[in-house]
Nanobody
Framework: QVQLGESGGGLVQPGGSLRLSCAAS????????MRWYRQAPGKQREWVAF???????NYVDSVNGRFIISRDNAKNTVYLQLNSLKVEDTAVYYC?????????WGQGTQVTVSS
């Protein structure tokens, strides 16, 4: 079955960096588009970044130029590099894929940006 597992979150000061990872299994990862979402306390989950099977990327405006999504098909892993972090980036970050019409989510990883 499809499984997604995020890691790499933590506490970081404003201006700092983190790299999130999402390990995937149960589907042909190299053929799948992958997404990162986040959910801040009291807010709806929002889409953050997208990468196609071919490596094309897209970002929500608020993170464009600061975050980088990438993938390693040999490791069945998608990454999200978070740079120049701001307090408002604090959220639980989730990876996502859609397989045979069904959306799958990992358990999330907490990113807290605070001084």
């Amino acid at each position: 079955q499809v499984q997604l597992g995020e890691s790499g979150g933590g506490l970081v000061q404003p201006g700092g960096s983190l790299r999130l990872s999402c390990a995937a299994s149960g589907f042909t990862f190299s053929s799948a588009a992958m997404r990162w979402y986040r959910q801040a306390p009291g807010k709806q989950r929002e889409w953050v970044a997208f990468i196609t099977s071919g490596g094309g990327t897209n970002y929500v405006d608020s993170v464009n130029g600061r975050f980088i999504i990438s993938r390693d098909n040999a490791k069945n892993t998608v990454y999200l590099q978070l740079n120049s972090l701001k307090v408002e980036d604090t959220a639980v970050y989730y990876c996502n894929t859609v397989h045979r019409g069904v959306a799958y989510w990992g358990q999330g990883t907490q990113v807290t940006v605070s001084s």
